[in-house]
C-alpha cells in the first residue's frame, strides 16, 4: 500500500430535479451526473448523488477521485454529510488518519 497525499477535499450535495419533457431533454442532465429515479408520461425525476471528491496526488499529477465511500465506511456511517467531511479534513489535518491506495487503484482509509 502506498500513502496518497491529498491536496483538498470537496464535498457535493445530492440533488433531485423534477421536470416534463422528453428524453431527449434529459439527455443534458444525465451528462452532468443525474440518473433517471422515476418517469411516467412524460414527468421525470432526475437524482444525483452527493459526492466527496477529493484532489489527490499521483505521481505528481492532480486526480479528482470520489471517496465518498471509503469516508462512510472508515466512520461505519450510512449516510454522508457536511458535517461528516469536515471531521474527515479535521483527522487528515491532524494526521490522526491517511488515505492509502492499492495496486488495484483502491482507495483505504486507516
Do not use: C, H
Amino acid at each position: 500500500m502506498t500513502k496518497v497525499k491529498i491536496q483538498s477535499v470537496q464535498y457535493e450535495k445530492s440533488d433531485t430535479i423534477e421536470m416534463q419533457g422528453t428524453s431527449a431533454d434529459t439527455k443534458r442532465y444525465i451528462r452532468n451526473g443525474y440518473f433517471v429515479k422515476e418517469e411516467r408520461n412524460g414527468y421525470w425525476v432526475l437524482n444525483k448523488p452527493s459526492r466527496v471528491l477529493a484532489e489527490i496526488l499521483i505521481n505528481n499529477k492532480p486526480v479528482l477521485q470520489n471517496i465518498k465511500n471509503e469516508i462512510l465506511n472508515y466512520y461505519n456511517r450510512d449516510r454522508i454529510s457536511q458535517n461528516l467531511v469536515q471531521k474527515f479534513e479535521n483527522d487528515l489535518v491532524s494526521g490522526s488518519i491517511s488515505l492509502y491506495s492499492d495496486s488495484n487503484g483502491e482507495f483505504v482509509i486507516s
